[in-house]
């Protein structure tokens, strides 16, 4: 899989929020194999050097950091906070949200094109998290996005794919860009399900941090990843109404 | 001079924000730096002055989704 021209092993990005020790995120990424891992730039307080401390250990896993721009609402927050992690994460990569929605963190479809148009033209690589909506995907882009990162369902709450219709068109209208179905996942069959509809890739965060055993939750995103691609490079068979018999008719006993 | 670090009212004796960095105990810190919303690059800050009222951001890698 190609994003922004590099090449990524995994087509499993994991976030590095939310889970019980540094330990355990590490051994989650060790145990799924996730290529790519989301991080955030926080308020730090002088002598703190709490940033250094989680910088050590990103590095330490071995993977490409995508970081965010998580709880932006507005463009000039987004595009500032973006240009502050460009400095710390030394990537041009940006994972862009501009939030519009507070109780469903929706992303703002206006304030997403613009400022995803700013950093496309400031040498930023977008990665915006969007919604399903085919209009605005049209609109990144043309603002010069070259991934999509449409949402499954609103972040945090593991509902899996709540339009699967949206998706499926979404998928269809813009075969050939990069798609990484983001947020909202919380078991691996949600994730093989979007793998299957032909997504490249998925990220999520919760459903692994959050699970009583993180690590094992990672590695079976990690396979619901993989049984799910080679399922959609298998290319799967139509569904039927009437049943078919698999096994053959021809030559059964006791046939008149 | 009194200005906002990371929405505290904070009081400074430095005139710019790489002196600001450094009274603040920034020395030497991975941080990334904003004034007013505007990124300040960390190659600028030491050109870049304070003014009375500035608000200014100090912000650190940190885990996210």
């Known amino acids: ?256 | 001079m009194k200005i906002t670090v990371n929405g505290t009212a904070t009081d400074v004796r430095a005139q710019t924000l790489a002196a600001a960095l450094g009274e603040l105990g920034y020395g030497g810190a991975k941080v990334a730096t904003a004034v007013n919303e505007n990124f300040i690059p960390a190659a600028a800050r030491e050109e870049t002055d304070l003014a009375p009222g500035d608000r200014v951001e100090i912000v650190a890698p940190r885990q996210g989704g």
């Open chain 1, 1 to 256: 899989m190609q994003l922004y021209g590099t090449e990524i092993a995994s087509r499993l990005m994991l976030g590095t929020a939310l889970y019980p020790s540094p330990a355990d995120l590490a051994e989650a990424f060790r145990r799924s194999g996730a290529g790519i891992a989301t991080v955030s730039v926080r308020r730090e307080a002088g002598g703190e050097r709490a940033g250094a401390a989680f910088w050590d250990l990103v590095r330490d896993l071995g993977v490409k950091v995508l970081p965010n721009t998580a709880g932006c609402h507005s463009v000039r927050e987004a595009v500032t906070t973006a240009r502050m992690a460009r400095e710390l994460f030394d990537t041009p990569w940006i994972k862009l949200e501009v939030i519009g929605h507070a109780d469903t963190l929706q992303p703002d479809p206006f304030g997403l094109v613009e400022a995803a148009r700013i950093l496309t033209e400031d040498g930023f690589e977008v990665f915006p998290y969007t919604t399903e909506d085919v209009v605005l995907a049209d609109r990144l882009l043309s603002a010069g996005c070259e991934v999509l990162m449409p949402w499954g369902a609103p972040i945090g709450t593991g509902l899996g794919l709540t339009n699967i219709y949206g998706l499926r068109t979404l998928r269809a209208q813009f075969p050939d860009v990069p798609m990484v179905v983001d947020a909202g996942l919380g078991v691996p069959s949600q994730a093989a399900m979007a793998m299957e509809m032909g997504f490249d890739a998925v990220l999520l965060n919760t459903a692994v941090a959050k699970a009583g055993d993180p690590s094992a939750m990672a590695e079976g995103f990690a396979r619901g990843v993989e049984a799910g691609r080679l399922a959609y490079e298998a290319d799967p068979m139509e569904p039927r109404d009437m049943a078919a018999p698999s096994t053959p008719v021809i030559g059964r006993a006791f046939l008149e």
